[in-house]
Structure formats: structure tokens, C-alpha cells
């Protein structure tokens, strides 16, 4: 059964957080409206919040751009994953959605950084429609929302991690 939405929480209008979302293009009528969603929310519930976008071809290539931002300069305090895979009529669709959940999770607990995944894998375009565009089921502000309780709790429990120090390492490493 699907769930409808987590309620709206309270807005934190302090937090200047950086919150990262890397979405596919692929199924593009349908994570625009994932990415309008949840940029919307965003703004609605962390309005100090600066938000950056990245666009990746599809759904397989999210996990590798999420890596390489979680491991750059300026580290998001959390990133939302934001997808849409249609089935086709192979196993393709599910095998890329399985490998896309593995690697997020697995990134998300490397880094200690939450990811949020709002990659759907579904049956047709009725199912994206309710997930992407409309607004009871909305993955996108379900996004934002868990984005928030995630920002939250981690605030509460001095969990945040430090901005990545840069190393310095002097080369050969026996000079
Ligand atoms: N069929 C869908 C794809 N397929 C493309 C893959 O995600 C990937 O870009 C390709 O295998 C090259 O590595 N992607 C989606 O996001 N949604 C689909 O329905
Ligand atoms: C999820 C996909 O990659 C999908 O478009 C592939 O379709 P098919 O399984 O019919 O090749």
C-alpha cells in the first residue's frame, strides 16, 4: 500500500546547511518534477539552506556522482538521491534499481552523511505520475522532509561531519 507524505515539519530557518541533490535525466518529465518538488520543500522548511543540483544520464551513473560529492571540499550535510526507473521488459530496471539502493546505503554509511533515496522503480507512468508530479504521494517533498528530520537529528546528536580537511602529504613519501 502506498503511504502517503510524513507531515510537514517545523521550518529551521537557521540552518545555512549545504544539501546536495544528484537526480537522473533520464524519464526527465518525470525527475524534473522530483527535483521542482524537492527544492520547493527545501526551501519551505530550511530557507537558509544552499542547495545544489547535479544531473547525472540516469539512474546506474547517481551512485558514482553522489561518491565523488560526499568526498569533495565542500561536503553536503546530506544528500538526496533523486531517480525514476521505468520496468521495461527485461530485468534491467531491476538491476539497476538494486544496485543503486546497495550503493547509496553503502555510501551513506561509509560517510556517515545521510542519503536520502527517492530513486523509484516502478510498473508505468501511472505509478511515476502519483510518485513524481503528484502531490500525495510526492517523493520529491518526501525527500525534503526526510532531508530535515535527518539534519535534525544529526544537529541534536553532534553527529555532523567536520568539513574534509585537506591532507597535506609530501611526496616521495619518504622526503
Ligand atoms: N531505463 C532507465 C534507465 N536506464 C539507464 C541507466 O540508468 C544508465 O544510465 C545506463 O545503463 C548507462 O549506464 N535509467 C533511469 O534512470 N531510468 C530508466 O527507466
Ligand atoms: C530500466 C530500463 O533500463 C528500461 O528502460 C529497459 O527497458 P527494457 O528492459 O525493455 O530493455
Do not use: W
Not at 80 to 105: F, M, W
Not at 114 to 119: A, G, L, N, S
Not at 157 to 172: M, V
Amino acid at each position: 500500500m502506498s503511504t502517503a507524505l510524513p507531515p510537514r515539519p517545523r521550518q529551521i530557518s537557521q540552518t545555512k546547511a549545504h544539501i546536495c541533490i544528484v537526480a537522473s535525466i533520464y524519464n526527465s518529465e518525470f525527475t524534473d518534477a522530483l527535483v521542482e518538488n524537492a527544492t520547493d520543500e527545501l526551501n519551505n522548511i530550511l530557507p537558509q539552506a544552499t542547495i545544489s543540483v547535479a544531473r547525472v544520464p540516469g539512474a546506474f551513473e547517481i551512485p558514482v556522482a553522489s561518491s565523488a560529492l560526499l568526498h569533495a571540499e565542500d561536503t553536503p550535510i546530506v544528500l538526496i538521491a533523486l531517480g525514476l526507473i521505468i520496468r521495461g521488459k527485461t530485468q534491467h530496471g531491476d538491476l539497476v534499481a538494486e544496485s543503486v539502493t546497495t550503493s547509496l546505503q553503502q555510501l551513506a554509511c561509509d560517510t556517515k552523511i545521510p542519503v536520502i533515496h527517492e530513486v523509484l522503480l516502478v510498473d508505468d507512468e501511472k505509478q511515476a505520475y502519483a510518485r513524481c508530479i503528484g502531490s500525495q504521494l510526492n517523493r520529491g517533498r518526501e525527500a525534503a522532509r526526510s532531508a530535515h528530520t535527518m539534519i535534525e537529528l544529526f544537529s541534536e546528536l553532534g553527529l555532523h561531519q567536520d568539513k574534509k580537511k585537506k591532507s597535506t602529504r609530501s611526496y616521495p613519501s619518504n622526503a
